[in-house]
């Protein structure tokens, strides 16, 4: 498996993103972890999920118990395995999204985080989701506090925009190793976060990097393309959409959903595709 920079870390170039393991329309634990075992063998050392990945409002940290499961029961070596998870969302149970990015609450979602998973220091921590209601740099303060206070070994933000990206490694003194925003060909609203990323040598993790191309590569002409350099070599829509990615950068670490073993190994495929530069510009062009 091929690497990337994670702050002071490597870690493989194809993570795996753990929502669907967790939210409506979740599998049996026992697939979950199957999936997740999956992914270790493929050479995954860097997974990410949160304590707001549950479903129903009475399981906060399904899926952060659910990893923490998997890696007690792998069979191998996981002490390269980097776990990043988040706080700042909230799932009330009736399918909505809320925020709470209140330094207290933040500050007791990760010590409750880190124990759900196991561990004395939590390998990466993200804030979530800006809350309207509080001031982002009091949200990101409370990161600063964990790190200072050995919680977090690393901080990340995640749905940020570059102003907030600036913001954020302020206050945490240089030490802002990630940003997680939505981006895939469908969704490329955070081009402008992603190149900020890669300017300032910060980890850039998109979020459902696929965005449905599956569907969209028969439905659009821009998304059709991808479809047809698939079909060019040989492989998946998939691992097309996540090697464009990788090119855009070195800074960016896709993080790809799964729920089962297939799923994670195509996607892990796509760190062996190597894209042409015409490829790329084809890829990246906007019909």
């Known amino acids: ?47 990410d999920t949160a304590d707001a990945y549950h479903r129903d409002a009475g399981e906060v940290g399904h899926n952060e118990e659910l990893i923490a499961r998997a890696l007690r029961s792998y069979g191998g070596d996981t002490s390269d395995v980097v776990v990043a998870t988040k706080g700042g969302h909230l799932r009330p149970g009736d399918g909505r999204w809320t925020q709470n990015g ?15 998973l196991g561990v004395e220091a939590i390998d990466l921590y993200q804030f979530h989701r800006p809350d309207p209601q509080v001031p982002y740099a009091d949200s990101v303060g409370a990161l600063r506090d964990l790190l200072d206070e050995g919680v977090i070994v690393r901080a990340g933000i995640s749905n940020a925009s570059v102003e907030q990206i600036e913001l954020a490694d302020q206050i945490l003194g240089g030490r802002l190793v990630s940003v997680q925003n939505e981006f895939s060909p469908r969704h490329r609203d955070s081009q402008a976060e992603l190149e900020h990323c890669a300017s300032r040598g910060i980890a850039f993790l998109p979020w459902s990097p696929l965005g449905g191309i599956g569907r969209s590569a028969r439905l659009a ?67």
């Open 102 to 116: 209140r330094p207290d609450y933040l500050k007791e979602a990760a010590r409750a985080s880190a124990t759900r």
């Open 1 to 47: 498996m091929k690497q990337r920079v994670l702050g002071d870390r490597t870690v493989s170039a194809i993570g795996l993103g753990g929502m669907p393991m967790s939210i409506e329309g979740r599998p049996d634990a026992d697939r979950s972890i199957a999936t997740i075992h999956a992914a270790l063998d493929a050479g995954v050392t860097l997974i």
């Open 221 to 287: 002409d821009d998304h059709a393309v991808f479809a047809a350099v698939a079909a060019d070599r040989g492989v998946s829509v998939y691992q097309v959409t996540l090697a464009w990615e990788l090119a855009l950068a070195p800074q960016v670490i896709p993080i790809p959903g799964a729920s089962r073993p297939a799923s994670i190994l195509d996607s892990v495929a796509a760190a062996d595709l190597d894209l042409s530069d015409d490829e790329v510009r084809r890829l990246s062009s906007r019909q």
